[in-house]
């Protein structure tokens, strides 16, 4: 592995594609061969994801606002590490929140 920098300020915010829900997404590390990856999420207030699972553990870092899930709040400051293989509940926002999500896939 090649050590590996980017300038979030400077980078574009893109509309998600590999997601189930609408948001936008600054790509800080691509899938390898490996699958995992390091992405900023930004869902807008009212935005939703919709239930899910993931074949690799997930961490979420939540950076600014918060979201709702499985009857949870969970806010800015907040560190959530989902197992590989779990079901993820619908993820909703009411005022916006951006997150940290880190793909891993190592369990």
């Known amino acids: 592995m090649e050590p590996h920098t980017v300038y979030i300020p400077e980078m574009e915010w893109q509309e998600l594609a590999?997601?189930?829900g609408k948001g936008q997404v600054k790509m800080l590390r691509?899938?390898?061969s490996s699958k995992a990856m390091s992405i900023l999420i930004r869902l807008h207030a009212g935005g939703e994801s919709t239930p899910h699972a993931h074949t690799t553990m997930v961490q979420h870092y939540i950076l600014e606002?918060?979201?709702e899930s499985g009857g949870h709040i969970?806010?800015?400051g907040t560190y959530r590490l989902l197992p590989g293989h779990s079901n993820v509940s619908t993820?909703?926002?009411e005022n916006g929140c951006t997150m940290l999500m880190i793909y891993d896939p190592v369990d």
């Open 18 to 20: 590999e997601f189930p």
């Open 30 to 32: 691509e899938k390898g």
């Open 65 to 67: 606002g918060e979201y």
């Open 74 to 76: 969970y806010g800015a």
């Open 91 to 93: 993820i909703s926002t």
